[in-house]
């Protein structure tokens, strides 16, 4: 049983947060979901939670959601390296200043925690497809990852003086049930879209670029041990532990839903890292996290996919 009654989700509508609303729902928490739909889907809100429509970066509807709460979740984000190339602009300012007007709006209101969704991303491109510990260079190459790293500097500074215990989980390449197609986000689900609908995975470069890729429920599994244990000031990295390079994910989908189709090729965007996999031992060590899946595992995002509307 949580010793924490009152939950905020923010992006609770969307692919990791419902996830996450479910699970805090299930642990006998109320949950308020703020999500202005922008990606979330509204149909993805429990009928448990309490749901209010909006803005991160409108005080107002901040103040109104963080009614009664004693721990935060901050999800809300635009997720896209690739559009934060060219959107740098709406990208700092949805990224980093939502984050500083829900930091604001949590002086003096009796928080008691509260957990900050960060990124792979803030980290310096790896040469080797070793995996990196959170005191790994931090020198993003995508505007996203700058944003994300002022957001976590911000958090730990004014959560700490704020007395909300801040906590920040970087999260690596998430995937699994539920994630909305799109260009820019979730090679894999992308991948099942294409190739349900008779078409090839596209892939960028060279392929050989390694990721860390971990399931929602292991994200979601981590999130809450971050709210279960004291971790005040600490910066977890929250992964797999495990290289998978493009190149063999479009192989096992091929192979799984259409053999013999070839992949398509194309030029590697900018601002995207190289490799990018987690040293988990320090949330291992400390909140006794550990991956459920001892391999990449998305026949629950095929059998998923196989069931929407194409």
């Given at each position: 049983?949580?010793?924490?009654?009152?939950?905020?989700?923010?992006?609770?509508?969307?692919?990791?947060?419902?996830?996450?609303?479910?699970?805090?729902?299930?642990?006998?928490?109320?949950?308020?979901?703020?999500?202005?739909?922008?990606?979330?889907?509204?149909?993805?809100?429990?009928?448990?939670?309490?749901?209010?429509?909006?803005?991160?970066?409108?005080?107002?509807?901040?103040?109104?959601?963080?009614?009664?709460?004693?721990?935060?979740?901050?999800?809300?984000?635009?997720?896209?390296?690739?559009?934060?190339?060219?959107?740098?602009?709406?990208?700092?300012?949805?990224?980093?200043?939502?984050?500083?007007?829900?930091?604001?709006?949590?002086?003096?209101?009796?928080?008691?925690?509260?957990?900050?969704?960060?990124?792979?991303?803030?980290?310096?491109?790896?040469?080797?497809?070793?995996?990196?510990?959170?005191?790994?260079?931090?020198?993003?190459?995508?505007?996203?990852?700058?944003?994300?790293?002022?957001?976590?500097q911000y958090w730990l500074l004014i959560g700490s003086s704020f007395g909300v215990g801040p906590t920040?989980?970087?999260?690596?390449?998430?995937?699994?049930?539920?994630?909305?197609?799109?260009?820019?986000?979730?090679?894999?689900?992308?991948?099942?879209?294409?190739?349900?609908?008779?078409k090839s995975p596209v892939v960028y470069g060279d392929g050989e670029q390694r990721r860390d890729f971990?399931?929602?429920?292991?994200?979601?599994?981590?999130?809450?041990?971050?709210?279960?244990?004291?971790?005040?000031?600490?910066?977890?990295?929250?992964?797999?532990?495990?290289?998978?390079?493009?190149?063999?994910?479009?192989?096992?989908?091929?192979?799984?839903?259409?053999?013999?189709?070839?992949?398509?090729?194309?030029?590697?965007?900018?601002?995207?890292m190289r490799n990018a996999i987690a040293d988990i031992s320090l949330i291992r060590e400390a909140l006794?996290?550990?991956?459920?899946?001892?391999?990449?595992?998305?026949?629950?995002?095929?059998?998923?996919?196989?069931?929407?509307?194409?």
């Amino acid at each position: 049983m949580s010793t924490y009654e009152h939950a905020l989700v923010t992006g609770g509508a969307g692919f990791i947060g419902h996830h996450l609303v479910h699970s805090l729902l299930g642990r006998g928490l109320s949950v308020t979901v703020l999500d202005d739909l922008s990606v979330g889907m509204r149909a993805n809100v429990p009928a448990g939670a309490t749901f209010i429509e909006g803005d991160v970066r409108d005080p107002g509807t901040v103040a109104q959601a963080l009614a009664g709460v004693d721990c935060v979740f901050h999800l809300a984000a635009i997720v896209s390296i690739r559009a934060s190339v060219d959107g740098f602009l709406r990208d700092a300012d949805v990224n980093l200043m939502g984050t500083l007007n829900l930091l604001e709006a949590l002086r003096g209101r009796g928080v008691r925690k509260a957990v900050l969704a960060s990124s792979m991303a803030v980290y310096a491109d790896s040469p080797r497809p070793v995996p990196v510990p959170e005191s790994y260079l931090t020198a993003p190459i995508s505007p996203y990852g700058v944003a994300k790293l002022a957001a976590e500097q911000y958090w730990l500074l004014i959560g700490s003086s704020f007395g909300v215990g801040p906590t920040v989980l970087r999260f690596f390449n998430t995937y699994g049930p539920g994630q909305t197609p799109t260009p820019y986000v979730g090679v894999i689900t992308i991948f099942v879209e294409r190739l349900l609908a008779g078409k090839s995975p596209v892939v960028y470069g060279d392929g050989e670029q390694r990721r860390d890729f971990v399931h929602v429920d292991d994200i979601v599994a981590a999130t809450v041990l971050a709210l279960e244990h004291e971790t005040p000031g600490a910066v977890f990295n929250v992964g797999s532990g495990r290289p998978t390079s493009v190149n063999e994910i479009a192989t096992a989908l091929i192979r799984e839903l259409t053999p013999g189709m070839k992949p398509e090729n194309a030029a590697a965007p900018p601002g995207e890292m190289r490799n990018a996999i987690a040293d988990i031992s320090l949330i291992r060590e400390a909140l006794g996290y550990e991956p459920s899946r001892p391999a990449v595992d998305f026949a629950d995002v095929i059998a998923y996919m196989r069931d929407e509307p194409q």
